[in-house]
């Protein structure tokens, strides 16, 4: 048997009407965010992976909120713990779209946009195991996509010539899995849930 630690306080955020009628739901497969706005006041053990997610990917965001970043940490983390989002490789892109979405919204550049993005592209490379050979990310903000490949043998030649022409990129963020390198194993976009 598991025993799971629930942070003071947290009860409050779920009516009465729930608790009774779901007691198993905090078992779902979601990643742990912490609940207590407390937890939030000072960087606990529990929390500081949270704040390497954002903080070592993109240093840069340190300078929007000196001298520790907690007011974005902050805002990020309730924002986590409301939508789940998963700790796959999309984890970054969610991110991107939160900030694209925060008060920080006006001071957010490409380059926060792209380390997020090559961080999203170097976690797909390490977790994929399909046949697909690399992989390209777009932002509808920037004209500069990411392109990432799997280091494998080669056992047939592959054609790295010039990158062929991408349709534009019909949603915020797109993403497609590539079959060789140079571009021509593109498809299609495909939406980044």
């Known amino acids: 048997m598991r025993a799971l630690a629930i942070a003071s306080g947290a009860s409050r955020l779920v009516s009465r009407n729930a608790q009774s009628r779901n ?12 609940s207590n706005a407390r937890s939030f006041v000072h960087l606990d053990a529990r ?8 903080f070592d990917v993109c240093p840069g ?7 520790d ?7 990020f983390m309730t924002w986590a713990y409301r939508n789940h989002p998963p700790l796959n490789w999309t984890y970054y892109l969610s991110v ?9 919204q006006a001071q957010i550049t ?21 046949q697909a050979r690399g992989l390209v990310l777009a932002w509808r903000g920037s ?43 593109f498809r299609r976009w495909l939406p980044i849930p």
């Open 143 to 185: 004209p500069d996509w990411v392109f990432d490949w799997k280091v494998a043998p080669r056992l047939v030649p592959a054609a790295d010539g010039e990158p062929e022409e991408y349709p534009p990129v019909p949603w915020d963020f797109a993403w497609c899995p590539l079959s060789s390198k140079g571009g021509s194993g």
């Open 23 to 34: 007691h198993g739901d905090f078992l779902l497969p979601f990643p742990d965010y912490p």
């Open 69 to 75: 970043g907690l007011n974005i940490f902050r805002g």
């Open 110 to 130: 490409e380059e926060h946009v792209e380390a997020f993005m090559s961080a999203a592209a170097a976690r797909w490379i390490n977790t994929d195991d399909s």
């Open 96 to 104: 991107c779209r939160w900030l694209l979405g925060s008060r920080y």
């Open 61 to 67: 965001l340190l300078k929007l909120d000196p001298p």
């Open 47 to 54: 929390l500081l992976p949270y704040w390497h997610t954002l």
